[in-house]
């Protein structure tokens, strides 16, 4: 018997060069899902654009017409259960949500991170690195929890700060470490090889205490 390919959406508030590497995956075979709604806060999102292109039904909601946050935030996961989405995942979202919406979606639901999580939550993460002095960097999936960028990390990229790196530099060479990572955590979640039990994520059955970190041949348990 064929198993129907596990149903996705994606929210995001910009470009969308994360959710263009999620459907290359798709296409390479490489990511059993199907993209049943790409929604975001921006009406001019290119990740609106990029899903209007690849025939993925979208949905912009502006915040301006809700009279709160937990109004907006209501509609946006009401549009989301009717899409029939299994899991959701955040790709570049830059809303805070509320904590009652997310609890039905508490381990359905993860969220990329341009930073070596529980290092700098919150914005601005490459110019923080660099401002500490860091000498590496890194983007997290983890999952989303009511606590910002908080929930349990399942999986790092991890990189080196070159000497001459700026903000944009950073940001750009860590983009593609990102679109590795983020296809790669989602085809766990796909595959049911990654669940959430008992508040906690489980890889292959086992409590998956350490993140699992990118290399050359993909995801792997760090040393
Ligand atoms: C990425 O850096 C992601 O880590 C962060 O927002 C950015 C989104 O970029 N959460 P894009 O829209 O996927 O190109």
Redesign the pocket.
């Known amino acids: 018997m064929m198993t129907q390919p596990v149903r996705v959406a994606v929210l ?9 590497a999620l459907l290359e995956a798709r296409n390479r075979g490489e990511l059993p899902v199907q993209f049943v709604l790409v929604a975001s806060d921006r009406a001019t999102a ?2 609106l654009r990029l899903a209007e292109a690849a025939g993925i039904p979208t949905l912009a909601l502006a915040p301006r017409s809700y009279p709160d946050r937990r109004a907006f935030d209501r509609e946006l996961f009401a549009r989301i259960a009717d899409s029939g989405a299994e899991l959701l995942v ?5 809303r805070i949500l509320d904590g009652e919406v997310l609890a039905p979606w508490i381990g359905r639901m993860i ?4 930073s070596l999580l529980p290092k700098y939550r919150g914005l601005h993460t490459h110019r923080r690195a660099l401002e500490a002095g860091d000498r590496e960097h890194g ?1 997290s999936v983890h999952f989303v929890t009511a606590e910002l960028d908080g929930g349990p990390v399942i999986a790092q990229a991890r990189m080196a700060i070159h000497p001459g790196d700026d903000e944009d530099r950073l ?1 750009q060479r ?2 593609s470490h ?1 679109h590795r990572l983020l296809p790669a955590v989602l085809a766990l979640l796909a595959t049911r090889r990654l669940q959430w039990k008992n508040q906690a994520p489980q890889l292959d059955g086992q409590a998956l205490t350490t993140p699992l970190v990118l290399g050359a041949q993909g995801l792997q348990h760090s040393e």
């Open positions: 995001a508030s910009g470009r969308g060069s994360n959710l263009a290119g990740a955040l790709a570049g979202f830059m969220n990329i991170h341009p983007a940001a860590l983009l990102e």
